[in-house]
């Protein structure tokens, strides 16, 4: 039972359990704030452009009598909306999040001049002699090595 608890810690303390953690909680809370978005500003602009026709008041009656079944449409087009602005704000942080990345993994280019040690122009780095001071370069290879 202690290996089983210890490994269990070990388990719980890996970072990426951590920022699972902490993505679920912050994305329970911007759910809350993109659901209060549709709810309270863009479904009443939609209703307003409707004729000032209430999303509640958007449903079919499945049948007839004192409380039929309904078919709640209005509820059903604010989840959808609901659904398309948090997969768009997803979209929207997984791709720069991504950008972030390219540039932390690009590795700087080889360098393709370098400079004469006699008069310190620059030359391809393949050069074996300096077009400016017509230097032989093979000599000063010789000495670094």
């Known amino acids: 039972m202690k290996n089983f608890i210890a490994e269990f810690k070990k388990f719980i303390m890996r970072g990426n359990v951590m920022d699972m953690a902490v993505g679920i909680i912050i994305g329970g809370a911007f759910t809350a704030i993109v659901t209060s978005l549709v709810n309270d ?66 590795e700087p280019a080889a360098p393709t001049t370098k400079k004469c040690p006699l008069c310190l122009s620059e030359i391809p780095i393949e050069a074996k002699r300096c077009a400016c001071c017509t230097a032989d370069l093979t000599e000063f290879e010789e000495i670094k090595e």
């Open 41 to 106: 500003i863009i479904m009443p602009i939609i209703s307003a452009i409707f004729g000032g026709l209430s999303f509640e008041a958007w449903n079919i009656a499945l049948g007839s009598g004192e409380e039929p079944p309904m078919l709640n449409l209005g509820t059903f087009v604010a989840a959808i909306i609901n659904f398309l602005l948090i997969a768009l704000v997803i979209f929207i942080i997984i791709k720069t999040i991504n950008k972030m990345r390219e540039k932390q993994e690009e």
